[in-house]
């Protein structure tokens, strides 16, 4: 399987496998700019999402698993080697260069160096990854909790969705993968920013240095290759205004699990 699977094929994948409820699970940010019947689409996108919300304790917890349980080998999802100068430079150099950058809408701006972020209290733990291709893999996964590291920058009160920018190309080499979550995602007691997999370092193939997981969304949601966080009021104005890349191409926002 090539690194990046087409468009085509995953939209089919998407429009066979969907349901009515499926669809339903996509943000609410997109109303006012689309057709009537996307409007009433939307809004009940936004009303499913409210529920599920109202029923799942905010800090419900996605299943844990043991270490016998984890997978012999770790299927890649996605970008496995990015085809980006830049990114093969820093990996090249052991990430030794890499920092990560955290902006927006915050009280101090940071970047951080790997060794940073390595030294922070960590998590581990060992979740499923839930492909929206349909298969699955447990792995276990350390790193920070994405709330800690925003916890130094200070949020300020009118950031409400978190941004991911990453160094893998998609298509031609113009767009970058990007990805969004909420703020209340970004608290979540699983989200966390992963630098190692199964006890050893993060490899580049599933994400090097760092990358997104977090435990009741979508693999597509977990960012690979994370280089720069940005707190944004709206995702509106990156990529098509959808929130992320594949989301851009038809996917839901949210991608609850």
């Not at 468009?7 to 066979?16: E, H, K, P, Q, S």
């Not at 996307?38 to 299943?63: F, K, N």
């Not at 996917?251 to 609850?256: D, E, K, N, R």
């Amino acid at each position: 399987m090539s690194n990046i699977i087409s468009v085509r094929r995953r939209r089919l994948i998407l429009g066979v496998g969907a349901s009515a409820g499926s669809l339903l699970l996509g943000g609410c940010d997109r109303l006012s700019n689309l057709p009537l019947t996307q409007s009433a689409l939307s809004s009940a996108q936004w009303l499913t999402r409210a529920a599920q919300r109202t029923l799942v304790s905010r800090d419900a917890l996605a299943p844990q698993f043991t270490r016998a349980d984890i997978a012999p080998v770790f299927r890649a999802n996605g970008t496995t080697d990015p085809n980006n100068p830049e990114y093969q430079a820093l990996a090249k150099n052991g990430f030794r260069d890499w920092r990560l950058r955290v902006d927006g809408l915050v009280e101090r701006s940071r970047q951080f160096s790997l060794d940073d972020i390595r030294s922070m209290p960590a998590q581990t733990q060992i979740t499923r990854h839930d492909c929206v291709e349909g298969w699955s893999c447990i792995g276990q996964w350390t790193g920070p909790l994405l709330r800690d590291i925003l916890a130094q920058v200070v949020p300020k009160p009118q950031a409400r969705y978190v941004m991911f920018f990453c160094a893998d190309p998609m298509d031609n080499g113009s767009d970058y993968y990007y990805e969004s979550i909420d703020m209340r995602t970004a608290a979540h007691p699983q989200t966390l920013l992963a630098y190692a997999l199964n006890g050893e370092t993060l490899p580049v193939t599933y994400g090097a240095p760092l990358r997104l997981r977090l435990g009741r969304q979508l693999g597509y949601k977990m960012a690979k290759y994370v280089m720069h966080i940005q707190l944004v009021s709206s995702y509106k104005p990156f990529g098509q205004g959808n929130g992320g890349y594949w989301e851009d191409q038809g996917y839901t926002w949210y991608a609850g699990i």
